[in-house]
């Protein structure tokens, strides 16, 4: 145990840390299979309109099905990915399983199909020199519509770096639009939105959870949607839950939202069924 603040307070430490170590380099060496082993499978989470539940697109959402655990959370393997590198190639395949997806649905239902297409951008991925210009000819191989893609991003991926921020002015450059993800829980400023041109501010789910009570995170929810409207941006309230909250939500100005309320992240075919017209698949 530790009896000094010396060099030797920290060896107390050392077994845990390596045991995370070796469990991260295992999980690790694991993902790095995932994709030939056909492990990572994409689920759609419905984004609808407000008050009516009105399904307006989707956020493509990626989970990891592992042999032994299971399900694991991409709140775990995501930044796992991240710090061994691999989250390029998962992020590459990520696109590319949304981008047919995009391009199924629209040659299926038309007009129909979701307008929007949401994509979850790590800052590593959105780094990668010519990250824009693959992501096109991608989109231009499947014959999916630019507008039709929305890139999710987070605050602290285009902080991070000038070539990040870059990267979105070359995705706006190609007519995609982008979204700043899980907003206001980041390392951010407000001075983002004047240098980053987002076309969406998601609005993360810490903040709608205190919507109904007199909270601060209620008084954040209500100057974000005055923002936005000033900016001429759309507002994405994330992760409602509740009808009370999709209704106060409504009732301040949010037009679009996300949540269990509305529903899950689900299987493409799930969607296919509500594009066909059976939209009592989102529970409301
Ligand atoms: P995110 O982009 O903010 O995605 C929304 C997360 O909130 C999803 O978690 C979704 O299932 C969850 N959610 C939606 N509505 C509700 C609700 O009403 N209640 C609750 N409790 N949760 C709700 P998920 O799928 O576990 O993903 C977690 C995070 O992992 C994502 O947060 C995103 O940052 C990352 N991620 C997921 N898929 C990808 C991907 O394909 N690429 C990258 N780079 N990151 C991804
Ligand atoms: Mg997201
Ligand atoms: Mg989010
Ligand atoms: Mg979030």
Redesign the pocket.
Known sequence: AAKSVGGDRWAWFDPIMDQLAAEDATLGAHLTQAIARDELFMLY?PIVELPDGRFAGV????RWRHPEHGLI???VF?PLAERNGYIVEL?RW?LQQVVRQAAAWQREYGDHAPAKVS????ARQLQEPGFAAELAALLDREGVDVRGLVA?VTETAVLGTGAALDAVRALNALGLRVAL??FGTGASSLSLLVDCPVQILKVD?SFVDGVTSASPQAVIVDSLIAITQGLRIEAVA????TAEQAERLHRVGYKLA????FAR?LPAEDIALILAGQPSVVAT
């Open positions: 989470q956020e493509a959402l990626v959370s991409p709140a995501i992020g990520v994509v979850n951008i790590s999710e993800d899980d789910k994330e992760g409602v839950e996300q949540g269990f309320h992240p």
